[in-house]
């Protein structure tokens, strides 16, 4: 069963640094477009960054522009968002998502059918 898996979450003062990972299991994800989105409290589901199945091509919410970055490592089947400079507005649930049915990586939720299970991030002030 194709599985993705968050972890990296966790709580960290604002200004500070923290990595998030999302390993994909049951099948290879190399070949698809990954993204990583975000639900705080009482809000939808928004696009944070999204990058190209060879990681050539990567986009980003104009809110996370210059502190956040997102990787992928094939081989190993993870995806990474690097997240510095943390404000108490990133605080929200993180989630990885694939995109099989898409050829670029995209900003829209409905073309990403892969879903991990989010990981929480609190950013304090």
């Known amino acids: 069963q194709a599985q993705l898996v968050e972890s990296g979450g966790g709580l960290v003062q604002a200004g500070g640094s923290l990595r998030l990972s999302c390993a994909a299991s049951?099948?290879?994800?190399?070949?698809?477009?990954m993204g990583w989105f975000r639900q705080a409290p009482g809000k939808e589901r928004a696009f944070v960054a999204s990058?190209?199945?060879?990681?050539?091509?990567?986009y980003y919410a104009d809110s996370v522009k210059g502190r956040f970055t997102i990787s992928r490592d094939n081989a190993k089947n993870t995806v990474y968002l690097q997240m510095n400079s943390l404000k108490p507005e990133d605080t929200a649930v993180y989630y990885c998502?694939?995109?099989?049915?898409?050829?670029?990586?995209?900003?829209?939720?409905?073309?990403?059918?892969?879903w991990g299970q989010g990981t929480q991030v609190t950013v304090s002030s």
């Open positions: 990058i190209s199945w060879r990681g050539g091509s990567t």
């Open positions: 998502a694939a995109g099989s049915r898409v050829l670029s990586p995209t900003p829209r939720m409905n073309d990403y059918n892969y």
């Open positions: 049951g099948r290879t994800f190399s070949t698809y477009p």
